[in-house]
């Protein structure tokens, strides 16, 4: 499975954001995707997931500001709305397969939000 985040970049507070992941898989079936983050001096956290029957899941911090979706082909985005500084973290896709089960990340896309 390989993972590629792109959308990452300095933004003002107040304004949107959305991130891409292009996620592909040579063998094992993704099931479901994620954004997780990880801001400077703190653990990953997770964002948002999605999963394989299209439910989500949100960090009650973002709940009601991003939003997260994917296409058939498997690219997944995060719209980010109402940003604040809280926001800024290193953004790191994942995915999930069953068979076998195990998690993949992509290598991050940095979100700034500083005026």
């Known amino acids: 499975v390989q993972l590629v985040e792109s959308g990452g970049r300095l933004i003002q507070p107040g304004e949107s954001l959305r991130l891409s992941c292009a996620a592909s898989?040579?063998?094992?079936?993704?099931?479901?995707l994620g954004w997780y983050r990880q801001a400077p001096g703190k653990q990953r956290e997770v964002v948002a997931i999605i999963f394989h029957d299209k439910r989500t899941q949100y960090a009650g911090s973002v709940n009601g500001r991003f939003t997260i979706s994917r296409d058939s082909k498997n690219t997944l985005s995060l719209q980010m709305n109402s940003l604040t500084s809280e926001d800024t973290a290193v953004y790191y896709c994942?995915?999930?397969?069953?068979?076998?089960?195990?998690?993949?990340w992509g290598q991050g896309t940095q979100v700034t939000v500083s005026s």
């Open positions: 994942n995915a999930y397969t069953g068979a076998p089960p195990r998690a993949y």
């Open positions: 898989s040579s063998g094992s079936e993704i099931l479901n």
